[in-house]
Nanobody, 120 residues
Framework: QVQLVESGGDVVQAGGSLRLSCTAS????????LGWYRQAPGKQREFVAT???????NYADDVKGRFTISIDNAKNTGYLQMNSLKPEDTAVYYC??????????????WGQGTQVTVSS
């Protein structure tokens, strides 16, 4: 079964904005930890942002100030707001969720990925 459904990827001009969504299924009780990662062509997956259960956030240096990670608990959905997009942001973006009460640094579920393409 599909536990995380991603959406929001698109083709946009440089300087534009996108909001990615990551909706958890009913089999996931809550999004306790939300992570966003991306993989550009020819490169390995890299960290983008994380929102921990206590509310703390962490961002990769190259997206800090432009991207914002958040969770809507009522909708059981995580988001990544991306502003001032650059061509180098082009990648497949993946969300990841940990639903347990204890965090050991590993995610339980991964989304299918959504393509973000930024043209110059």
């Amino acid at each position: 079964q599909v536990q995380l459904v991603e959406s929001g990827g698109d083709v946009v001009q440089a300087g534009g904005s996108l909001r990615l969504s990551c909706t958890a299924s009913k089999t996931i009780s809550a999004i306790n930890v939300l992570g966003w990662y991306r993989q550009a062509p020819g490169k390995q997956r890299e960290f983008v942002a994380t929102l921990m259960g206590g509310g703390s956030t962490n961002y990769a240096d190259d997206v800090k100030g432009r991207f914002t990670i958040s969770i809507d608990n009522a909708k059981n959905t995580g988001y990544l707001q991306m502003n001032s997009l650059k061509p180098e942001d082009t990648a497949v973006y993946y969300c990841a969720v940990h639903e347990g009460t204890a965090w050991y640094g590993a995610y339980d579920y991964w989304g299918q990925g959504t393509q973000v393409t930024v043209s110059s």
